[in-house]
């Protein structure tokens, strides 16, 4: 059973685009949704997180808009960068213990 | 460099060997957890520790696997009897709190199994 579903697989964005990443969860018990991302060869690292209690949150070029109805929220990804060509994913999790993880998206940013 | 530590970083075993991954959490952790990552997907909880005692083992196979994280020395993930569906990224991750709030989980660099 897949709670996080994650669109699209892959995406490519040119240099100084935006990039959006969709995640729709199932579980309204999840209280705790990071993004990850990951470069290849190496493990998954947090670049940011949200409560469900805040419908945006904004990290530098990273923010997370969070629909509680909806049970979705999205990462966007401002003035995209070739440095940012890795892949992310979002998660999900209760009282942020073991993480549900969504199946990932490959970014390319091209010059 | 006080992050998650994970050897070897790469492992291959033949069909029915047993594999061995160790996790050395971050300083100060003593909560622990192993995601598995199949190629092209994304990654799937398999169980968390806390130093002498497993939490949570819902994601683990039934049949030859096995974890354990003592009260001294790394976290262990046992793979009995490897078959080649076992072949993956294996990453560790470590947490101050075993919940709550600002309960980051920091991932280690992972173990890629392959068998042959």
């Known amino acids: 059973q897949q709670q996080v579903k994650q669109s699209p697989q892959s995406l490519i964005v040119q240099k100084g685009g935006i990039s959006i990443i969709n995640c729709a969860y199932e579980n309204t018990a999840f209280d705790y949704f990071p993004w990850y991302q990951q470069f290849p060869g190496k493990g998954p690292a947090l670049l940011i997180a949200?409560?469900?209690?805040?419908s945006e949150k904004k990290e530098g070029r990273f923010t997370i808009s969070f629909n509680k109805s909806a049970k979705q929220f999205s990462l966007h990804i401002m003035d995209s960068q070739p440095g940012d060509s890795a892949t992310y994913f979002c998660?999900?999790?209760?009282?942020?213990?073991?993480?549900?993880f969504g199946t990932g998206t490959r970014l390319q940013v091209t010059l | 460099n006080a992050g998650v530590m994970q050897n070897p970083r790469h492992l291959v075993r033949r069909r029915g060997q047993e594999a061995r991954l160790r996790c050395s959490p971050m300083?100060?952790?003593?909560?622990v957890y192993w995601y598995r990552q199949l190629p092209e997907e994304g990654l799937k909880f398999m169980v968390y520790l806390q130093k002498e005692n497993i939490i949570d083992e819902s994601g683990m196979p039934k049949e030859r696997f096995s974890a354990e994280f003592p009260k001294e020395g790394p976290s262990i993930l046992r793979i009995q009897q490897v078959v080649r569906g076992d072949s993956a990224a294996y990453f560790c991750a470590s947490s101050l709190l075993g919940q709550g709030l600002n309960n980051e989980q920091f991932f280690g660099p992972g173990t890629r199994l392959t068998v042959l």
């Open positions: 300083k100060g952790h003593s909560h």
């Open positions: 949200i409560r469900p209690d805040v």
């Open positions: 998660a999900a999790t209760k009282s942020a213990s073991k993480l549900t």
